[in-house]
């Protein structure tokens, strides 16, 4: 059974960073299709970043390109998103995702509340 658990969510300030982690558990993250999605209150779930299965190829949403970077550590079989220069827009639950083809795993999520 796979299992992603996120974490290194929490309050940050305008402009502030956030290390967020998810360890999986039950499978090779090598072998899926990473990435990470955030839902904002009373919006729709969205990509932030993926990358993609047996590569080191990270692709990233335009509103993030340039200040959020995500890496994988197979050794750990862990996924990060580092973020930078948060905005208070970008307060959402933040999601680690497994998928290969029709198969989609999702972590339980991590609070991420940007504001002064």
């Known amino acids: 059974q796979v299992q992603l658990i996120e974490s290194g969510g929490g309050l940050v300030h305008p402009g502030g960073s956030l290390n967020l982690s998810c360890v999986a558990s039950g499978t090779l993250i090598y072998i899926w299709d990473m990435g990470w999605f955030r839902q904002a209150p009373g919006k729709q779930r969205e990509l932030v970043s993926r990358?993609?299965?047996?590569?080191?190829?990270?692709h990233y949403s335009d509103s993030v390109r340039g200040r959020f970077t995500m890496t994988r550590d197979v050794a750990k079989n862990t996924v990060y998103l580092q973020m930078n220069n948060l905005e208070n827009k970008e307060t959402a639950i933040y999601y680690c995702?497994?998928?290969?083809?029709?198969?989609?795993?999702w972590g339980q999520g991590t609070k991420v509340p940007v504001s002064s």
């Open positions: 995702n497994a998928n290969l083809l029709s198969t989609d795993n």
């Open positions: 990358i993609v299965r047996k590569t080191d190829d990270a």
